[in-house]
């Protein structure tokens, strides 16, 4: 029988971190674990922790019904040029959530999101397509987060803060809280270094380092 078909892109560290939790999910939904496949652009090897890796084309040649994909690379901009190429084949986006992530109240979710364990997502939150919340991070009351951001391990997002499209904030990074109606801004593709204390605005496309954080310059 024809059934549904689930693939974790991209079969590297990020991948393998967030199979353990597109695999608990499919067990609870009582889905065989044979439906859940790594696909890879480049598959290096054929089989990692368990699972076949397909290359795109052989997953779209795969029999199913439907086709779901959660984006497991990092990289924004990859996520972004993958979302436009699955919606164009008619891949399913689909959100990966550990079961001890907490969303607490009126938080959004767009498509395609990551959890990973011990994430927390406060009260008033809206947060756009594709975003990566590493192993620890949390965000705050009354949060606006754009899409494709991506939070490596031990992010602490404090309330009122805007944060727009392809931002990367680095493991262990603090944000200051924003005010309501005057929040915190972290401008489109900026990069925040790990560890930086952020307590003001960053400008877009700027990489900020240290505590407080401050641009960095180029040599
Ligand atoms: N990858 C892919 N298609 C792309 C870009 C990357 O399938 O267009 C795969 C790449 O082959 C690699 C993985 O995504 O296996 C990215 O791994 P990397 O270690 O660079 O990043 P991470 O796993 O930390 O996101």
């Given at each position: 029988m024809m059934s549904s078909l689930y693939g974790v892109y991209g079969a590297s560290g990020c991948g393998r971190g967030i199979l353990p939790l597109a695999r608990k999910e499919l067990q609870q939904r009582g889905i065989s674990l044979d439906r859940l496949v790594f696909v890879d652009d480049r598959p290096e090897i054929r089989l990692?922790?368990?699972?076949?890796?397909?290359?795109?084309?052989?997953?779209?040649?795969?029999?199913?019904?439907?086709?779901?994909?959660?984006?497991?690379?990092?990289?924004?901009?990859?996520?972004?040029?993958?979302?436009?190429?699955?919606a164009f084949d008619g891949v399913?986006?689909?959100?990966?959530?550990?079961?001890?992530?907490?969303?607490?109240?009126?938080?959004?979710?767009?498509?395609?999101?990551?959890?990973?364990?011990?994430?927390?997502?406060?009260?008033?939150?809206r947060i756009g397509r594709y975003f990566h919340a590493n192993l620890f991070s949390y965000i705050e009351h009354d949060c606006v987060i754009g899409d494709f951001v991506t939070f490596a391990p031990g992010v602490k997002c404090n309330g009122n803060v805007l944060i727009e499209e392809h931002v990367y904030i680095g493991a262990g990074a603090v944000i200051k809280q924003g005010r309501p109606g005057k929040p915190l801004r972290i401008g489109r593709n900026s990069v925040i270094g790990m560890g930086a204390v952020v307590v003001r605005d960053v400008p877009p496309g700027t990489t900020v380092v240290g505590n407080p954080a401050k641009a960095l310059l180029r040599g």
């Open positions: 990692v922790n368990g699972h076949q890796v397909l290359s795109y084309t052989e997953f779209l040649q795969k029999d199913a019904t439907e086709r779901h994909v959660v984006l497991a690379i990092a990289d924004s901009a990859v996520r972004e040029k993958l979302a436009a190429r699955c399913k986006p689909w959100t990966v959530r550990a079961e001890n992530s907490v969303l607490m109240d009126d938080v959004i979710l767009g498509e395609g999101a990551v959890l990973s364990p011990f994430v927390v997502l406060t009260s008033n939150i």
